[in-house]
């Protein structure tokens, strides 16, 4: 039996295993800021990203950042989501769970609603500067798009939120 396909060998999928498991949950949760909220889709959007590495895992694990390559699969799965999305899917504004609770949950949702409100290029960039830390010229290598329009899109995207906000986040953020 070949030793990559039963064992951790570079590249193998015990490899790809492991780095899934590692980087899922991350993988989620930012799909979960991109998507607006959704939960169910963000686990798809993941999976579907996930699936995309697994098919050419062999050069992916040679990357100097697989998981950075992880991240710009997500967030292209994401915008190719946008564009294809079918009229097949049915969008509700009620979930059959219900969220965890977090330390400020009426500032968490407003925020991300605030945030689902955004078009989806500045969503991706907001998300990209300051959930997922990374630099103008990261983003914009995700994004394909010049650090400049990174600068302007978030500029705008901030006011944007800021705007969509307004009186609701001060009484919010009040401690």
Same mark, same amino acid.
Do not use: I, K
């Given at each position: $039996?070949? =030793? *990559?396909?039963?064992s951790g060998a570079r590249g193998g999928p015990l490899e790809f295993r492991?780095?899934?498991?590692?980087?899922?949950r991350h993988l989620i949760r930012?799909?979960? %800021? %991109? *998507? &607006? &909220?959704?939960?169910?889709?963000?686990e798809d959007l993941a999976q579907e990203a996930l699936g995309k590495l697994? &098919? =050419?895992? /062999?050069?992916?694990?040679? $990357?100097?950042?697989? @998981? &950075?390559? @992880?991240?710009?699969v997500l967030v292209n799965t994401f915008l190719s989501h946008r564009r294809r999305?079918?009229? /097949?899917?049915?969008? *509700?504004?009620?979930?059959?769970?219900s969220a965890a609770p977090a330390v400020d949950p009426a500032l968490r949702l407003t925020l991300i609603?605030? !945030?689902?409100? !955004?078009?989806?290029?500045?969503?991706?960039?907001?998300v990209l500067r300051y959930w997922e830390d990374l630099g103008v010229e990261e983003t914009a290598s995700v994004l394909r798009l010049t650090p400049s329009a990174v600068r302007s899109r978030a500029s705008r995207a !901030? =006011? /944007?939120?800021? *705007?969509g906000l307004? =009186?609701?986040?001060?009484? !919010?953020?009040?401690?």
């Open positions: $039996m070949d =030793s *990559t396909t039963t492991d780095f899934a498991a590692a980087r899922s930012t799909a979960y %800021l %991109l *998507t &607006g &909220g959704d939960a169910h889709l963000a697994y &098919g =050419s895992w /062999r050069r992916v694990c040679r $990357m100097e950042n697989p @998981a &950075g390559y @992880a991240r710009t999305r079918s009229s /097949r899917e049915h969008v *509700t504004d009620t979930f059959a769970e609603q605030a !945030l689902a409100e !955004l078009p989806q290029q500045d969503r991706a960039v907001l !901030l =006011s /944007r939120l800021r *705007t307004g =009186s609701e986040f001060d009484e !919010l953020a009040r401690p």
